[in-house]
């Protein structure tokens, strides 16, 4: 779709038809749209190699990130996260549950609630899926000069205040 303003189109932008060639703006915002386009196919590959659907692994990914922070999390976080019902949430950490990648607990100090945790096979499965890859961002990050890594901070940070600000 290049020449018609798609994702990886840097003359034209998709959004700015009077852009001028070689627009900095437009060549920041085509190379931010084409990034955003591969971490989607990522994404995508990622839960096809699980066998997950997208709401899944996002479940899965806040379980993950729950244990790192030492967070408890419950179903009703999942779906409140998830912007579900609590009928759905169930359903979908029984799924997850079926295919091995989370189990429920009882709360450690109030036996009356059920966490959610990753299985350590998940854990594991999502480390070879993703590993390498994240080895490879992070060679990208450390080989930037500390001055450049703090102005792509503050940039993405503020595309991030741009985007969620109304």
């Given at each position: 779709?290049?020449?018609?303003?798609?994702?990886g189109d840097t003359q034209t932008g998709y959004w700015y038809p009077d852009a001028i060639s070689g627009d900095r703006t437009v060549a920041v915002l085509n190379a931010m749209?084409?990034?955003?386009?591969?971490e989607q196919d990522m994404r995508a590959r990622t839960r096809s190699?699980?066998?997950m659907g997208e709401k899944d692994m996002?479940?899965?990914?806040?379980?993950m990130a729950g244990m790192r922070e030492g967070r408890d999390i419950s179903p009703s976080d999942i779906a409140h996260h998830l912007g579900i019902t609590s009928a759905s949430a169930t359903l979908l950490v029984d799924r997850l549950e079926k295919s091995g990648?989370?189990?429920r607990d009882r709360h450690p100090v109030d036996r009356r609630k059920v966490i959610v945790v990753?299985?350590?096979s998940s854990d594991d499965e999502v480390r070879h899926t993703l590993g390498?890859?994240?080895v490879r961002m992070r060679r990208v990050v450390e080989s930037m000069p500390e001055e450049d890594a703090r102005v792509v901070i503050g940039f993405l940070t503020r595309m991030r205040d741009a985007v969620t600000s109304g």
């Open positions: 779709m290049a020449g018609v303003g798609g994702a749209r084409a990034y955003r386009t591969a190699s699980m066998g996002a479940a899965l990914r806040l379980v990648h989370l189990r990753a299985t350590d390498e890859m994240h």
